[in-house]
């Protein structure tokens, strides 16, 4: 069965500071992996996404993740965070073939220390 | 701009009523999942479609849960009756499932139900 897990439920880092968000899948195949990221009051929004290809992609608002086949993980990482990056963080397995289904990690809180 | 649009935004209600939430995916998306949000199981994948039929519905509790897609343009979630414990922000978000899969699921804002 696929699963997602976000081993840290709350990440606190002063503005400037580099970001690394962790992310670990189990899934049979080469997933889909997506972040989102959810500001308080809204839904989710598309930070970044891997198919295939270069393991490093490259996102909006400056993000990035790697996808590290071996280690089953897809991290998402920022190098100078800003007070307007504090919201919730959500790693998705998407499946690759048949019905796409998504599912999600339980997300990582981020708060900014100006 | 397109965008996905739920509602009622919020919602408070008495145990045992009904509650109907409704969701307008974007135009020409064809996938449309249902999701529930709460601080102890976080986000919690209740149903999704595809061309309108469904394709999952295992996270639903199907005793008083109930989704449908009418038509291309309306996605409904029915409870009833109501319980406290369905107390939750309810997405839905849709995406393109056919051919060009983008693998990108756009949001709506949410309907934020309270069950007294």
């Known amino acids: 069965a696929q699963s997602v897990t976000q081993p840290d439920i709350h990440i606190t880092v002063s503005e400037g500071a580099s970001l690394e968000l962790r992310c670990n899948y189990s899934?049979?195949?080469?997933?889909?992996l997506f972040w989102y990221v959810q500001s308080p009051g809204q839904g989710l929004q598309l930070l970044l996404k891997?198919?295939?290809?270069?393991?490093l992609v490259q996102g909006i608002k400056g993000f990035e993740a790697e996808f590290k086949r071996s280690q089953s993980s897809f991290n998402l990482r920022k190098p100078s965070v800003h007070w307007s990056d504090a919201a919730e963080y959500f790693c998705a397995v998407g499946t690759t073939s048949g019905t796409y289904k998504y599912i999600f990690g339980t997300g990582t809180r981020l708060k900014v220390l100006a | 701009d397109a965008r996905v649009t739920q509602t009622p935004r919020h919602k408070v209600t008495e145990m045992g009523q009904e509650v109907t939430m409704r969701c307008q995916p974007i135009?020409?998306?064809?996938?449309v999942f249902w999701y529930r949000q709460t601080m102890m199981q976080g986000l919690e994948l209740l149903a999704y479609?595809?061309?309108?039929?469904?394709?999952?519905d295992s996270g639903m509790p199907k005793d008083r849960f109930s989704a449908e897609m009418p038509d291309a343009t309306l996605a409904t979630l029915k409870i009833q009756p109501s319980e406290p414990r369905d107390s939750a922000v309810y997405f839905c978000?849709?995406?393109?499932?056919?051919?060009?899969?983008?693998?990108?699921?756009?949001f709506g804002e949410g309907s934020r139900l309270t069950v007294l």
């Open positions: 978000a849709s995406g393109s499932g056919t051919g060009g899969w983008t693998g990108e699921l756009f």
């Open positions: 479609f595809r061309n309108r039929a469904p394709l999952d």
């Open positions: 891997y198919f295939s290809g270069d393991t």
């Open positions: 899934y049979g195949a080469t997933p889909y």
């Open positions: 135009l020409g998306h064809n996938t």
